[in-house]
């Protein structure tokens, strides 16, 4: 199947700085791509659609100017977390599908822990 | 509001026997299910899908149901093997499998004893 690369695999940082997470889709070229956050023991939740060449779409309640997006090209999405925050700390997971009526390939996901 | 529930935050079953994991959903827009098989610190990994005009998609042990009129779906794995053992979630999309992301449930871990 198709797959979809995400680095780091996990990340430490301190409070106040910024964190950035790659999403690549390694044989194949999406121009959608999507981000999703999982807390313990919780469902995964779509966070923003990433869109290649325009403005992600965030879902409610998910803040923009913390949550940057970038999809620079139809392999590549990145997510800055901007003034990481302890509950920040949480796993963010990326995926991508390889064309609109295929199933969706998720990344290995990031572990991320603000101290 | 939860529009995708797994209802069943844990399941045991006996190695050999048939797992059925069950999801329900309250969006009579969703038009396309999956299933995705996750194990702790990974992504979730692509098991199966059902478009909404089928009841039925089978593919080796893994074989999905779905009843529309109940906002119903399960998962059957059979016969169960130990690296079945993981975390299943069950999403759902409203566009086909299309542009949008996914819905998801909370999950099950299904725990294969030997």
């Known amino acids: 199947g198709a797959v979809v690369s995400q680095h780091p695999s996990w990340v430490i940082c301190k409070s106040g700085t910024s964190v950035k997470i790659e999403c690549r889709s390694l044989d194949f070229q999406a121009t959608t791509m999507f981000w999703y956050r999982q807390f313990p023991k919780q469902s995964l939740m779509l966070m923003a659609t990433?869109?290649?060449?325009?403005?992600?779409?965030?879902e409610q309640g998910v803040e923009k100017d913390k949550f940057l997006i970038n999809h620079a090209s139809l392999t590549l999405s990145t997510l800055t977390v901007t003034s990481a925050h302890p509950e920040d700390s949480s796993f963010y997971i990326c995926?991508?599908?390889?064309?609109?009526?295929?199933?969706?390939?998720f990344g290995q996901g990031t572990r991320l822990t603000v101290v | 509001d939860q529009q995708v529930k797994q209802n069943s935050p844990s399941l045991s079953v006996q190695e050999g026997r048939i797992s059925i994991l069950n999801c329900d959903y309250t969006?009579?827009?969703?038009?396309?299910f999956l299933w995705y098989k996750k194990y702790p610190a990974e992504g979730p990994t692509f098991l199966i899908s059902?478009?909404?005009?089928?009841d039925k998609n089978e593919d080796g042990r893994f074989t999905v149901f779905l009843n529309k009129s109940a906002k119903h779906l399960s998962l059957h794995i059979v016969p169960s093997q130990p690296g079945d053992s993981a975390v299943y979630f069950c999403a759902a999309s409203d566009s086909g499998g299309g542009a949008d992301g996914l819905t998801f449930g909370k999950g099950t871990h299904l725990i294969i004893q030997p």
């Open positions: 059902i478009s909404s005009i089928k």
């Open positions: 995926s991508a599908r390889p064309q609109l009526d295929s199933e969706a390939f």
């Open positions: 990433s869109n290649e060449g325009s403005k992600a779409t965030y």
């Open positions: 969006n009579s827009m969703f038009d396309y």
